[in-house]
């Protein structure tokens, strides 16, 4: 294992337990934001490329996961194919998510309805003090 790990691994699971158990939200709430606060204080020198002293400079590299070496992004020579926007299977895709969304939307209304017609018909009360029996056998 590695000796960061071992050494960080140690307050996180303190960290971890104290999340674990917390009974009083507030609390945990203000914990998060002072933690928030001091990793951005001992981060932000180096991610803002602010001139650092030697020693502290190279504190960083055992906590932030840095590459030490120039990080290049490869180039592709192959030719790519051309895609147009307005193409006849763009339009079929289209129209397939309006029908799909406009199905949607009819289900949700149909059901909507249906459970306002169900709970208006829960209040209704017969001449005799009764609710009505639903319909059925």
Known sequence: MEPVAIVLGL???LL???VAT???ARRFVIGAM???V???VVVYPNISALPLPAAIASAYQGILPTYLYAFQFPVNTVARPVVKLFDPVTAILAGAVLLFCIVIAYWAWIWRHGALDRSEGED???SDGLAPRPPGP
């Open 11 to 13: 307050p996180l699971f």
């Open 16 to 18: 971890a337990l104290y």
């Open 22 to 24: 917390a009974r009083d």
């Open 34 to 36: 002072v933690a928030i």
């Open 38 to 40: 001091g990793w951005f």
């Open 124 to 126: 209704e009360v017969t």
